[in-house]
Structures are given as C-alpha cells and as structure tokens.
C-alpha cells in the first residue's frame, strides 16, 4: 500500500533562511509525486509535482524537490523563507496507474522575522 | 469555470440532520475526489468519480456517506444523520485525465460543523 511521511509537523525558521520541509514515500513502484499548499481556510494549492523526466522540478514562489528513488525521498526547499511562505504543506505520491492521492500528515512551517 | 467551486463554503448542522455538499468541476475534467479534513489532518481520500461513473468509494467512513455524480459534471456529498465526529472540511478536486500525471485542482472545501 502507498504511504507517505513527512518529517516534522511543524519547522519553524528565520526569514531569509533556508526552508527544508521533509517528505518520504513507500512504494514498491515510484510514484507520481506531489506537493501543496494550504493557507488558513483554503483549499489545496499544487507548488510542484514530479511524473517522469528531470528529478529535479522547479515549482511556484521559489520552491523545488528532488525526486531521489534511492532514498525514496522527495524534499521541497526553498534557499531563502518570506513570510508569506507561512502555510501548512502536504506531500501527496500517487500511485502510477492509479489515481488518487494519499497525503502526508503536513508540516505547518512558520517564518519568523 | 476556472476553477473548483464548492458551497456552501460554511455548514452548520444539529446531529442528526442530513447534510449535501456541492462541487463544481473545472469544466472537461474526468475525475473527480472528495476528501475529508479533519482539524490538523492531512485530506483523507473518500471517493473517485471518472465522469459518472463512481470507480472507488473505499474511503467512505460509513453508509451514512453517499456521493453522485449523475451527468459527469457536477458531484453531490451528501451525509445522512450526521454525528459530531463528521465534522470536518470536505474537499473537492478534479483532473482533466483518469491518471494523476497531470495533477488535481483543488476547491477552497466545505467547513462542516455538527453541534
């Protein structure tokens, strides 16, 4: 079965400092791979997502993961933290040849000034 | 439309009341999921619609729980005598393929309160 953890419910870190929120699945076939984001009282919004092709994918606002299958790793980062980055952030895989997601616990990160 | 719509956006409701929450997909898309959130959670899957048909409803907590999507469009949660553990948001998302490749956008969720 697919399953996804993320390390570290809550990372707190300086503005300007870099952001590494943690994310590893288990799967015996590597997934599609998927990060959002969840501001308060909103819906998911997707940063990046990882299918096929470059292991290393830029998303929105500055943000990108490594698809790393011999860790089964899929880390997003961000070299310098904003405030408004302060969100809570889910890992999502799916399962190639399937087609819904299994989310992570989440990481709130928040940025302090 | 240009995105997910789902309403109400807010839903208060006494035990036992029998609740239908609404999603509008983007308009073309295949598929379509509802979640549910509880406080501090991650999105636990409940169903999955490939236009009409419902291909996976495994993550219904219980037969209080029912979901269609009779034209392949517009999808209805609909929740019968609900308890207060049901409390929650409820989310919807849809896609435009069968399979994930291509991503799912995500609507801002129905906040469910049970009192």
């Known amino acids: 079965a697919q399953s996804v953890t993320q390390l570290g419910s809550h990372v707190s870190v300086s503005e300007g400092a870099l952001v590494l929120l943690r994310c590893n699945y288990s799967s015996s076939v590597p997934p599609y791979l998927f990060w959002y984001v969840q501001y308060p009282n909103q819906g998911l919004q997707l940063l990046l997502k990882y299918t096929t092709g470059a292991t290393l994918v830029k998303g929105i606002n500055g943000f990108e993961a490594e698809f790393k299958k011999s860790e089964t790793s899929f880390h997003l980062t961000k070299p310098s933290a904003h405030m408004s980055d302060a969100a809570e952030y889910f890992c999502a895989p799916v399962v190639q040849g399937a087609q819904k997601l299994v989310f992570g616990q989440g990481t709130r990160l928040t940025i302090n000034p | 439309g240009a995105g997910v719509s789902q309403s109400p956006r807010y839903k208060v409701a006494k035990r036992g009341q029998d609740v239908a929450l609404r999603c509008d997909p983007i308009s073309g898309h295949v598929s379509l999921f509802w979640y549910q959130q509880a406080l501090g959670q991650g999105p636990e899957f409940l169903t999955y619609?490939?236009?009409?048909?419902?291909?996976?409803k495994s993550g219904l907590p219980s037969d209080r729980f029912f979901a269609e999507r009779p034209e392949g469009s517009v999808s209805t949660l609909k929740i019968q005598r609900t308890q207060q553990e049901d409390s929650a948001v409820y989310l919807c998302?849809?896609?435009?393929?069968?399979?994930?490749?291509?991503?799912?956008?995500f609507g801002s969720g129905t906040r469910l309160t049970v009192v």
């Open positions: 998302a849809s896609s435009l393929a069968e399979y994930g490749i291509y991503g799912y956008t």
């Open positions: 619609f490939q236009n009409e048909a419902q291909l996976d």
